[in-house]
């Protein structure tokens, strides 16, 4: 019952994001118990909270406590009265000082497009050429961003809000920009990652935001960075390293392995390419980390079913290994990304 049924835990997420009921909550560092009625008079405006019902939210409050997205305060022991506070998981949806949050995330994935391809994952099972997205829709997710600048804009805003808390651990963990000059971007898209690498590393003098023609013609203009077009299947700008960020889980082996030809042949002998990727572990635990990762891989079959796939450090490793790099570590910053180093 609880597996049937754990599609209820998505559906509220969204109600909450949807409701902003965790900066309703935070109020900047507050994290003052609230109960349901103090949550929906902070969001919402009077007009709406006056007819609100603060039991109806309670009632999501409460199953996503136990999920451990808020704090349950009893306040009368019999349960009538309840407040509610963020945990270290519910605060990854309160909005920072840059408009960023996991909740846009949340809200991508009940876009209607999205919905209408979670019930037909067996497809990618029954038709391995078949992309459940695009059983649904008519035509590749991607397309329709390209065509829907809501949709688009709230799939960069879920990317970014993502990326953006992972850089910033990565910035602060990892030395291995040190001593590079020329760092080359592959798939940078507007160029975020480079400019926070380049603000906290003055070393690197020169950055290359490299992507399609079409996408870094909309790039911002980011001092210390160059922003190159073409196509990373053809060849790509030589550099100290390479960063490289959620680009090759978007590919088959195949592919993968020319992306990564052509970082071997861009990168001086000594040089590293730096990807910063998903990571399955190879046993399937019922850990959260191991949870999401594996999640995350379902929604890439569903998505793009016929690119890519999650992969495990091993399947990355033999990938450098097939194009000739010598060397691989890895990194492990955050819960979703690890960073892979691979040595020339
Ligand atoms: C999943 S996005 C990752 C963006 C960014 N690295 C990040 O983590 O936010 C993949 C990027 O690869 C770029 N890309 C796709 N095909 C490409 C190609 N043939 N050559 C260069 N870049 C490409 C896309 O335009 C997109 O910006």
Redesign the pocket.
């Known amino acids: 019952m609880e597996l049937a049924n754990m599609i209820r835990v998505p559906m509220s997420l969204n109600a909450i994001v949807w409701l902003n009921a965790a900066d309703a909550i935070w109020q900047d560092g507050a994290n003052t118990p609230l109960s349901a009625s103090d949550i929906l008079a902070r969001a919402l405006p009077s007009s709406s909270s006056d007819h609100a019902d603060p039991e109806n939210l309670q009632r999501i409050l409460r199953m996503l406590t136990s999920y451990g997205v808020f704090a349950e305060h009893l306040i009368t022991p019999d349960g009538s009265q309840r407040k509610y506070s963020l945990t270290d998981i519910g605060k990854t949806l309160v909005t920072g000082p840059d408009g960023l949050s996991y909740g846009a995330y949340v809200l991508q994935h009940h876009q209607d497009a999205l919905m209408r391809a979670w019930p037909l994952v067996h497809e990618a099972v029954v038709d391995p050429r078949s992309e459940p997205f695009v059983k649904a829709n008519g035509e590749a997710a991607y397309v329709q961003y390209g065509k829907e600048p809501g949709m688009n804009g709230l799939m960069l805003k879920a990317?970014?809000g993502v990326?953006v808390p992972f850089m910033k651990a990565v910035l602060d963990g990892y030395d291995g920009f040190e001593g590079v000059e020329r760092l080359v971007?592959?798939?940078?898209?507007a160029g975020?990652?480079l400019r926070m690498i380049l603000q906290k590393h003055p070393n690197v003098r020169e950055g290359i935001n490299?992507?399609?023609p079409e996408?870094v013609a909309k790039a911002p203009n980011i001092p210390g960075v160059k922003h190159v077009g073409?196509?990373?299947?053809q060849s790509i700008p030589a550099g100290d390293a390479i960063f490289?960020?959620?680009?090759l889980t978007?590919w088959t082996d195949e592919e993968c392995k020319l992306i990564m030809e052509n970082c071997y042949k861009a990168l001086p002998a000594g040089g590293k390419l730096i990807a910063c990727e998903p990571v399955l572990p190879a046993e399937s635990d019922s850990s959260h980390r191991t949870r999401a990762l594996l999640e995350g891989d379902i929604f890439v079959m569903t998505i793009y079913r016929a690119k890519g796939k999650h992969r495990t450090e091993d399947e990355f490793r033999k990938l450098g290994l097939s194009v000739g790099f010598s060397g691989f570590q890895t990194f492990s910053f955050d819960y979703f990304y690890t960073l892979l180093e691979f040595h020339k």
């Open positions: 990317m970014s990326s971007d592959v798939g940078g898209s975020d990652c490299f992507d399609l996408v073409g196509d990373m299947f490289m960020k959620w680009v978007t």
